[in-house]
C-alpha cells in the first residue's frame, strides 16, 4: 500500500500523469515562460534558497500558477518558515494541487503540482503551522501574486 499524502489520507499519485486541463508543447512553454520559470514548472527545478520575489512577501491577495494563472493559495495562509521559499499551510481550494511521490534525491518526498496546467510548484513537508501543520514550501518562480 501506498504511503499517504501528508494531510489527506489520501495516497501518493504513482504510475501515468494526469491529462491536464491546460496542455501546451515544450516549445509553447518555452515561449511562455522566462527560462527561470520554465526551468522551474516544466523541468522540476528549485530556485535558490533566499533568492525567489515572494519570499518577503506580505500584500493582501491571491498566489496563483506563474503559467496558467490558475488560483493556488490566500495570503491568509501564506507564513514565514524561515526555509526561504514562501510556505502556505493550506492551498486555496482542495482541487488546486496535485501531490506525487518524489524519489529524485534518494529520499521520499511529496511534490506539489498545478492541476491545472502540471507546472512544478515545490513540494510538501509535515513540519507546517496549526490548524493543518502543513508546509507547502513553493517557489518563487512558480507563482504569481494578485493584489486583493
Not at 27 to 37: D, N, Y
Amino acid at each position: 500500500m501506498a504511503d499517504s499524502i501528508p494531510g489527506s489520507g489520501a495516497p501518493a499519485k504513482q504510475g501515468a500523469a494526469p491529462r491536464h486541463k491546460v496542455q501546451k508543447t515544450e516549445e509553447e512553454w518555452r515561449e511562455l515562460l522566462t527560462p527561470e520559470q520554465f526551468h522551474v514548472m516544466r523541468q522540476k527545478g528549485t530556485e535558490r534558497p533566499f533568492t525567489g520575489a515572494l519570499v518577503d512577501h506580505h500584500e493582501d491577495g491571491s498566489y496563483h500558477c506563474g503559467a496558467c494563472h490558475a488560483p493556488l493559495f490566500a495570503s491568509e495562509t501564506k507564513f514565514d518558515s524561515g526555509c526561504g521559499w514562501p510556505s502556505f499551510w493550506l492551498p486555496q481550494s482542495p482541487g488546486a494541487i496535485d501531490e506525487h511521490e518524489d524519489l529524485s534525491l534518494g529520499r521520499r518526498r511529496i511534490e506539489v503540482t498545478c492541476s491545472t496546467c502540471g507546472a512544478h510548484l515545490g513540494h510538501v513537508f509535515t513540519d507546517g503551522p496549526q490548524p493543518t501543520g502543513l508546509r507547502y514550501c513553493i517557489n518563487s518562480a512558480s507563482l504569481a501574486f494578485e493584489k486583493k
